[in-house]
């Protein structure tokens, strides 16, 4: 229905609709078809204001059941690569992935998007950039949509905004999207949060002192082959807070210095965070720790000694 | 004496209960061993191939991450070239009946001839066993076997994660690199990355 009074409206006014497209509301491009969806490259503002930064978005309407990939898509699956065709003068930073979820089964599990989302994209116009001129804006989209099965598809997309010296106006039309974009991203974890990371052997231990009692958390590794995605991660509650449990990827094969990602916690959204692991109390060979808080206290308790004191990679 | 005849009961106990919980090979671990119907109706047992090099493929005929290595012609050459130095090579179907790259024995002779494909055998896995036995999570899931029965090798088939088929050219083959290394008597320098491409369609 939306799609034939698009057609029709097009037809009657195409070229007031040109126009309009170019200089009325400039932050404005058309749908893209890909595979059981839709992708369009929108902007906040109405324009670029030369010096200033501003925000693009892909806007992913995907059809019931499918689903797109996060930066770290999981078990399977790829994220949506883009290359970014600029004018001199303009350039994008790194994009910003909202706190994705679990889809898969139970032995594969596989982290991204159903239904709508957009990915932000921070855009940057340098000063020296001439106003009064127009910037063309090109992305070439890879993405991979999945159901039961995925199919690859491409895009071509592109957007047309003016460059001019005055502070930028938003664009009505697409700052609902922005707005419900920038509520999906994960937040900075608070400041007031202590949140560590043991080496466990086969597992991360991840505590996280959050100053109250959660029901339930999930964390989303934002680097691959660090956790095992499809392991269930177990989670307990610490004074102050909780403990995650989260199984090592059989891929990790050598120590990681730091663990990323994004926690979500019941009911909440997601928050970033990016924290050094820490070896284990258990790896020098203690265990049975009387320190309760201690993420070495659960590989001892859960594990026989001469198991955890066994090197954590023969290979 | 009794209390370390009981503690090392526990051990043993808590030792066997780990593998049963977890159950998949990984690598350093023995390969596990399977008995399977090959598409060509022969019986195929993992450990008649002891002694010999063995090449395991997660294949899915609907999948174009699958898709790329068959039209650019990658896999048939890998299988040709490594079955000419006596590597044992299995293509293994792990797809459930209804869903995406499920095929009858004779769909899939008939797929092998088309794409002139030459594994030493295709072998049917409906129900998932061999899929699970070793955690293949994608097609096209790759495994190397050793002489000895290790998996030297479990992962992706080459460092570029893509469905495009121009990046065949230039990618570095973690499968071909892995037994050059292991055959030259050298340890695998990468022997376990993240297996991309689709996922592999059990039962579940």
Request: charged content about 20%.
């Amino acid at each position: 229905m939306r799609r034939r009074y698009a057609r029709l409206s097009f037809s009657r006014v195409a070229v007031f609709a040109a126009a309009l497209l170019l200089y009325t509301a400039g932050a404005r491009a058309e749908g893209t078809p890909i595979p059981h969806g839709t992708l369009e490259l929108v902007a906040e503002n109405q324009w670029i204001e030369a010096g200033r930064a501003t925000h693009l978005g892909l806007r992913f309407q995907l059809e019931k059941g499918w689903h797109i990939y996060w930066v770290n898509p999981g078990d399977s699956g790829e994220p949506p690569r883009v290359k970014w065709q600029l004018p001199a003068g303009v350039s994008v930073g790194e994009m910003e992935w909202p706190t994705p979820r679990r889809l898969g089964t139970s032995s594969i599990v596989d982290f991204g998007y159903e239904d709508d989302v957009m990915l932000i994209v921070p855009m940057h116009a340098e000063t020296a950039l001439a106003t009064q001129g127009l910037a063309q804006i090109g992305a070439a989209v890879k993405v991979l949509v999945c159901r039961e099965m995925c199919i690859p598809g491409t895009a071509q997309l592109s957007l047309t905004l003016p460059v001019k010296s005055q502070p930028p106006v938003p664009d009505a039309r697409t700052a609902d999207w922005f707005a419900a974009a920038r509520k999906a991203l994960p937040r900075p974890a608070p400041a007031s949060w202590r949140v560590s990371v043991a080496d466990a052997g086969d597992s991360f231990v991840l505590t996280a002192k959050i100053g109250q009692h959660i029901a339930q958390a999930n964390f989303f590794p934002r680097e691959e082959s660090q956790v095992k995605d499809a392991a269930a991660q177990q989670f307990a509650k610490v004074p102050g807070g909780f403990r995650l449990t989260l199984r090592k990827s059989d891929q990790l094969l050598k120590p990681v210095a730091r663990l990323k990602g994004v926690l979500v916690l019941a009911g909440d959204r997601g928050y970033a965070i990016d924290v050094p692991v820490t070896a284990s109390k258990a790896d020098a060979g203690e265990y049975g720790s009387s320190d309760g808080d201690r993420p070495a206290f659960v590989a001892a308790v859960f594990r026989p000694p001469s198991v955890v004191a066994a090197p954590q990679m023969a290979h | 004496m009794r209390r370390s005849t009981l503690y090392r009961m526990i051990v043993v106990l808590m030792l066997c209960a780990v593998p049963l919980l977890i159950a998949a090979a990984k690598v350093g671990d023995d390969a596990p061993e399977f008995t399977a119907t090959a598409s060509n109706g022969k019986t195929v047992r993992l450990a008649d191939y002891r002694g010999k090099y063995v090449v395991l493929e997660w294949h899915n005929n609907g999948c174009p991450y699958v898709g790329k290595h068959y039209n650019s012609g990658n896999m048939q050459r890998l299988q040709k070239h490594w079955t000419s130095q006596g590597v044992v090579w299995l293509t293994i179907l792990s797809s459930a009946p209804g869903k995406q790259g499920y095929v009858t024995a004779s769909e899939e002779n008939d797929y092998l001839t088309k794409e002139q494909a030459v594994p030493t055998a295709a072998l049917l896995d409906p129900t998932g066993e061999i899929g699970h036995l070793y955690d293949a999570k994608t097609s096209p899931q790759m495994v190397v076997i050793n002489p000895q029965g290790v998996v030297i090798y479990s992962g992706a088939i080459d460092d570029k994660p893509t469905t495009d088929l121009q990046d065949v050219q230039g990618a570095t083959n973690y499968v071909s690199l892995a037994l050059e290394q292991a055959m030259a008597g050298k340890p695998v320098q990468t022997p376990a990355t993240r297996p991309y491409g689709c996922s592999v369609k059990y039962r579940d």
